[in-house]
């Protein structure tokens, strides 16, 4: 994993990505896994693709809110039973989830796209734009809990 990266650049990084063909989650978390350089085949981003449209087209949970709480575990999440290690993992996921309901109220897909036609281009910029400030506030709670620096400061 890198000692540094640019928080604006994965902004950005996730926003292309998914602009240019991923959808929310699978653009999240191959974006995270590029910047911050780590070792985890292309697979983790097959696991994101049930995700997008609110779980499966379902218009549940962001697929951005998702695909940045794959993210949070894989950096903050436990892989052996009864580990204490899984209270950080749920104060961080639980810190994404609060933010992201304050600013936008919502975390239903189907509330923060109502009213917009699913093939409009006011949805997926709506949803780029989602896809990008996720990614920003996963990077920033990963920088300041594994002090990385932001090469933006």
């Not at 780590?38 to 097959?46: G, R, Y």
């Not at 923060?112 to 409009?120: E, N, V």
């Not at 910029?125 to 990614?135: L, S």
């Not at 996963?138 to 400061?153: G, L, P, S």
Request: charged share 30%; net charge neutral.
């Amino acid at each position: 994993m890198v000692k540094e990266v640019s928080i604006s650049k994965i902004q950005k990084d996730a926003e292309d990505l998914f602009r240019n063909g991923f959808f929310c989650s699978e653009a999240m978390v191959s974006c995270m896994r590029s910047n911050f350089e780590l070792d985890l085949p292309e697979e983790v981003i097959a696991m994101a693709s049930a995700f997008p449209v609110g779980m499966g087209r379902s218009k549940c949970v962001c697929g951005a809110v998702s695909g940045g709480m794959m993210c949070l575990g894989y950096f903050f999440g436990r892989t052996k039973q009864k580990d204490p290690k899984v209270e950080e993992s749920l104060a961080v996921a639980k810190e994404l989830h609060d933010w992201f309901k304050e600013k936008n109220s919502a975390l239903c897909c189907r509330i923060l796209t109502k009213g917009m036609d699913m093939a409009s281009g006011e949805h997926k910029e709506q949803c780029i734009r989602f896809t990008g400030e996720v990614a920003r506030k996963v990077a920033e709670i990963v920088c300041r809990e594994k002090d990385i620096r932001n090469t933006d400061v």
